[in-house]
């Protein structure tokens, strides 16, 4: 094979990945428990304390359910936990109104409640990305209706110096943006996250497909991925202008700015045990970014769990799957 | 005026006009001598001429055209009388040839009559379009920069790198795909860089606002619904599902408490039974 010019086996890649194509993705079984105004709680099952999964609005939960061998929710299951997932509906053109506090004050605090009287318990809380920044604003306003909080890859300073998505959108006049566009489109945020890393995602990713020439599982895993990259929902642009305006531009979490439906969101107010864990070689999360969490706080419980991989490697990395999730399963059956 | 003072004004103007075309045949050449410098003075599209040059070619082919009319027409034909009256207000025209003035007037017009919304509009996104594609010139011009850093770049360290075999395409590829990441970064993390992305994005949306500020218009005026009567319509919606929520929410809180009151009713009255 190695004896193989590049065009042919890349050929051969590209012929073979056609014909596995539709991949399948998320097929972990799950109970839908209960529709929220904009998103749909699931229960994936397991034995043990509740733990429910807020994610990002910006791609699909399924992420965390890629394939039976790197799967999150599976790995968290088989660790002794119940898993409740929270997967936000695409906004609809109407949609573009829904603001954050629509989304916190409503959908979260709803879910959070739904779980709580169907398990009898208090839910721990898990934050992905996004999601974990609406964990912490939650956890912040309500500390007594969770038992924990667990971020992942989130982002609380946003105005770390090698903080690209930052430095790209400091002088966007977003409101004038959002306007003109109503819902943000996906494609427009799909692009903006590929051109922090052109080159790699648009030329070697597909050069490297040669590389998987007749490796049928691997070739799966990179169309299972490569579905998810640019399967991602627009935005409702209420809820886009304030995060991408009132997070990044104005740090407001650092800044002690944000307010959700009237209430002041002080993350020193958090009183819940934390379990912060963030990625060294991530692009679009920062660590400085992501571990400036544990400088806010005044909880004495608080964990932070470093793990060297990237921002996707968080959910899909095999040292990720060894270093984090055993560990945090452990550390929220003690909690 | 009598029916037949009108009739001889009539014959009389009748006589005139085709005397005159007869003779106009012979007034071609400096005619159109005179509708080129007149096109010329009101586009100035002569390259390195200036004003006064375009206002001294048009007022030297109308002074030749009518010097032709004199010579083919009678002195007392009413069109030459009338090309002595012109002649006469030429230096009162003259000045109005001036393109300058207009050319600043143009500039700052202001809008009115009954299409000025719409004129204002379309100059609105001329200079929308304008500003951005000023924004995407000088975005291009960064990756420009980032292309030519990282050719030299490349150079560079190819240069000090015998390790990489030239003759395999992937192995070049590879490290130049990796020296490109790198400048464009270094150049992305640039304030410049930021402001440049930003300015065309913003230019992008201001000019995509104005296209649809003479589109909807347009839409509305045949019938069709326009974006700016379904944003309306979204909001009326959206303001009425509020409503209705927490109209909802309100009720439910209601018969929450009616419930506990019944409850709490029932325990006092069994209570009082069972004593």
Request: proline content about 4%; hydrophobic content about 25%.
């Given at each position: 094979m190695t004896d193989e010019h590049i065009p042919e086996r890349l050929g051969r890649a590209l012929r073979q990945a056609h014909s596995l194509q539709p991949v399948a993705v998320g097929e972990s079984r799950y109970e839908t428990v209960a529709d929220t105004a904009r998103g749909t709680l699931r229960c994936f099952g397991g034995d043990g304390p509740p733990l429910l999964i807020i994610y990002s609005l910006?791609?699909?939960?399924?992420i965390l359910d890629l394939s039976a061998e790197r799967s999150v929710i599976r790995r968290l299951i088989s660790c002794g936990l119940r898993i409740y997932l929270l997967e936000w509906s695409a906004p609809a053109t109407m949609g573009r109104f829904a603001s954050l506090d629509d989304y916190l004050a409503g959908d979260i605090r709803q879910t959070v409640r739904v779980v709580s009287e169907r398990e009898g318990d208090r839910p721990h809380l898990l934050g992905v990305c996004q999601g974990g920044v609406f964990a912490l604003c939650e956890a912040a306003l309500r500390p007594q209706s969770i038992r924990s909080l667990t971020t992942l890859v989130t982002p609380v300073d946003f105005h770390t110096p090698t903080d690209q998505l930052y430095r790209l959108c400091r002088h966007m006049d977003l409101e004038l943006i959002v306007r003109a566009t109503g819902n943000v489109p996906a494609v427009g945020l799909n692009a903006l996250f590929s051109s922090l890393k052109p080159f790699q995602l648009y030329g070697q990713r597909y050069l490297m497909l040669a590389d998987l020439a007749d490796d049928y599982a691997a070739l799966r895993d990179f169309l299972r991925m490569e579905r998810w990259m640019y399967d991602s929902p627009d935005q409702a642009a209420a809820a886009f202008l304030q995060f991408a305006?009132?997070?990044?531009?104005?740090n407001g979490l650092i800044a002690g700015e944000i307010e959700v439906a009237g209430e002041p969101v002080r993350l020193?107010?958090?009183s819940v045990p934390v379990f912060n864990a963030y990625a060294t070689q991530d692009h679009l999360v920062p660590a400085a970014a992501a571990s400036a969490l544990g400088e806010r706080l005044?909880?004495?419980?608080y964990h932070e769990c470093a793990v060297q991989t990237g921002h996707l490697g968080m959910f899909i990395s095999g040292r990720a799957h060894r270093e984090v999730y055993p560990a945090l399963a452990e550390w929220l059956r003690r909690h | 005026m009598d029916r037949s003072d009108e009739d001889n004004h009539w014959s009389a103007w009748s006589r005139a006009w085709h005397e005159f075309a007869d003779a106009s045949a012979g007034l071609g050449t400096s005619w159109r001598s005179l509708t080129d410098a007149m096109f010329i003075a009101l586009t100035?599209?002569?390259?390195?001429?200036t004003d006064g040059d375009i206002v001294r070619a048009a007022s030297a082919a109308a002074a030749a055209w009518e010097k032709a009319a004199r010579e083919a027409l009678p002195t007392d034909h009413m069109v030459v009388q009338g090309l002595r009256s012109l002649t006469a207000m030429r230096h009162l025209v003259t000045p109005w040839m001036d393109p300058t003035p207009w050319r600043e007037l143009r500039a700052n017009w202001p809008h009115l009559g009954p299409l000025q919304h719409e004129t204002a509009a379309l100059e609105a996104l001329q200079t929308a379009a304008s500003d951005y594609h000023a924004a995407l010139l000088s975005y291009l011009d960064q990756i420009d920069t980032i292309v030519d850093r990282s050719l030299v770049e490349f150079d560079r360290v190819l240069g000090e790198r015998p390790d990489v075999d030239r003759e395999d395409p992937r192995a070049v590829f590879d490290l130049w795909s990796e020296i490109a990441e790198r400048c464009y970064e270094e150049q992305l993390a640039t304030d410049e860089y930021a402001r440049a992305i930003a300015d065309v994005t913003n230019r992008w949306a201001e000019c995509r606002l104005q296209v649809q500020a003479l589109i909807d218009p347009c839409l509305e005026a045949i019938g069709l619904p326009s974006r700016r009567a379904i944003e309306e319509t979204q909001a009326e919606l959206d303001r009425l599902e509020r409503r209705h929520r927490g109209e909802i929410a309100a009720i439910r809180e209601d018969i929450a408490a009616l419930r506990r009151s019944l409850k709490d009713d029932g325990r006092a009255g069994g209570g009082d039974g069972g004593a």
């Open positions: 910006v791609n699909r939960p399924y305006r009132d997070f990044y531009q104005r020193e107010a958090i005044t909880v004495e419980d | 100035g599209t002569v390259d390195g001429s």
